[in-house]
């Protein structure tokens, strides 16, 4: 191998890294998640699910890159969701996060953070 396509491997081998690294799951509900959500919050259909994901899109990287949902427990979720709202309001000097778009996102995280689990 010349220097060249060694530094070119090298630059492609950096890049792949930082890409895997960077980008973080944010899984799209499915029809079996809404029905599992269901057991904890009764009136949760997949719509109000990708509504819950939608707001979660909209709001929750503004600051800091998306965090991964699996990485948090329900009850650090619980805590989590409401600290970030106010942390928005701080910022903006008004309310961002309405209620409404903190108890979809609430939903959507904690039915979504134990998919796996
Ligand atoms: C106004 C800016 C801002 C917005 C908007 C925001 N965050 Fe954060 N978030 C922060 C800061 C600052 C931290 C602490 C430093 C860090 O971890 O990046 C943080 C940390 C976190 C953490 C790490 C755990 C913790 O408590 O420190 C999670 C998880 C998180 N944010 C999720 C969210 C979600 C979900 C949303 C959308 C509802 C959101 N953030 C919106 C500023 C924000």
């Known amino acids: 191998m010349n220097i060249k396509s060694s530094q070119f491997c090298l630059v492609a081998l950096a890049l792949l890294i930082f890409v895997a690294c960077s980008s973080v799951n944010i ?9 599992r959500g269901a057991r904890l919050f009764a009136d949760l259909t997949l719509e109000s699910l990708n509504q819950g994901k939608a707001d979660h899109d909209r709001y929750c990287n503004t600051c800091h890159n998306y965090k ?3 990485k948090y427990t329900t009850e650090q979720w619980e805590k989590i ?5 106010s942390k928005a309001a701080k910022k903006a000097g008004r309310e961002v996060i309405d209620a409404v778009a903190q108890e ?6 904690v039915t979504m953070c134990d998919i796996d689990k």
Request: hydrophobic letters at 40%.
């Open 68 to 70: 991964p949902l699996e």
């Open 81 to 85: 969701v409401p600290k970030m709202a």
């Open 27 to 35: 899984p799209i509900p499915t029809q079996a998640d809404a029905e």
């Open 104 to 109: 979809s996102i609430r939903k959507y995280v």
